[in-house]
């Protein structure tokens, strides 16, 4: 991302957990950026972008925010008013165990369609979160293998369907406006896997891992984890994820859609086991507790989940900087350190 005055950026879902680290991220490298917030603070919070800038050690937030569904905005209007430097593209509904399907579809496909085709209109970058859902259970999962992107599409959930939606949209507008010789538009989709870190503690029942765990530890009681706990996903710090999400807007960038995760499966054992070290908590005391698996939950589990992370290198010249174990023990030393914010 050039660096200058007078730049513009558009973060939509900024009072959620990704979008307020990046909120917090970019006033860091960006100081003089004005910052456009869009979000309906359905499931954010305005106290995570005022959190997430004082861990960061930046001024306050010193933005705009328009507190509208961005279904409901007309983007062309936004982006001639605006004039940004890119759009990143975080609002939707991201409880995967929503099941109201038409609600899910509105709002995550709904939501992202005028945006797309304004962006692409007006050749703003637009960087937008897709998901691991989308690749449902893949044979690489059986296999234990990364899974590269040519995998998704065959999610198991409406959740994993509508970001799939989404990258369907942006692959039939691109290929409609291609043009011999030229770039694509600058779409830039990121397929997040299993995302943790500072700024998750008003996620909920969606919080990481390595949230829950810790906040276990924390209460007192015993981890807990479904029979036998070698269940594997790919964790990824939330500041890999906004140096990716950022690298996606570069002008260097490839057009597509890419994995963003460590590129590492991390069983929950040993995720248990990072959380107890960083925590110190005793291993005898704060043993882990198994416990079956619902039958209703096992029908569309993921049991592993690793992100090939070829094409992210390629495209976007990313990797991610952080071990996953080194990291979620400092992550849970900083949850029990600091009332898990």
Avoid at 8 to 33: D, Q, V
């Amino acid at each position: 991302m050039a660096q200058g005055a007078g730049e513009r950026y558009i973060i939509t879902g900024g009072g959620g957990f990704i979008g307020s680290n990046l909120i917090a991220t970019l006033t860091s490298k960006r100081p003089e950026a004005a910052i456009l917030v869009v979000d309906d603070f359905r499931s954010g919070s305005v106290i995570n972008i005022v959190e997430a800038c004082e861990r960061r050690g930046v001024p306050p937030f010193g933005g705009d925010v328009i507190s509208e569904p961005t279904g409901d905005l007309d983007w062309d209007d936004i982006l001639d008013a605006v004039k940004p430097n890119a759009v990143f593209h975080l609002a939707a509904i991201t409880d995967t165990t929503v099941l109201d399907e038409r609600q899910m579809l509105l709002d995550n496909v709904e939501g992202f369609r005028g945006m797309l085709h304004a962006c692409v209109e007006n050749s703003t970058p637009l960087v937008y979160a897709s998901s691991a859902a989308t690749y449902g259970s893949p044979a690489e999962g059986f296999d234990k293998v990364p899974f590269p992107e040519s995998a998704a599409g065959k999610p198991n959930n409406v959740y994993g369907f509508s970001k799939w939606q989404m990258e369907t949209l942006h692959r039939r507008l691109s290929a409609e406006v291609a043009k011999p010789g030229t770039r694509p538009p600058h779409v830039v989709g990121l397929r997040y896997f299993n995302v943790y870190g500072p700024g998750e503690a008003r996620k909920g029942k969606m919080a990481s891992m390595p949230y829950q765990l810790a906040q276990q530890i924390i209460a007192g009681n015993r981890p807990k984890l479904f029979t036998d706990g070698e269940q594997a996903r790919d964790q990824v710090h939330v500041d890999d994820v906004v140096a990716m999400t950022l690298a996606g807007a570069d002008a260097d960038a490839t057009a597509g859609v890419y994995n963003c995760g460590s590129g590492q499966a991390t069983s929950f054992n040993a995720i248990a086991d990072a959380v107890r070290k960083g925590i110190g908590a005793d291993e005898t005391r704060f043993a882990t507790k198994y416990f079956e698996m619902p039958p209703s939950v096992r029908e569309f589990y993921q049991e592993f989940t690793c992100a090939d992370l070829a094409q992210a290198k390629a495209g976007l010249d990313w990797a991610p900087q952080r071990d996953p174990i080194e990291a979620i023990e400092g992550y849970a030393a900083f949850l029990a350190g600091s009332n898990s914010r």
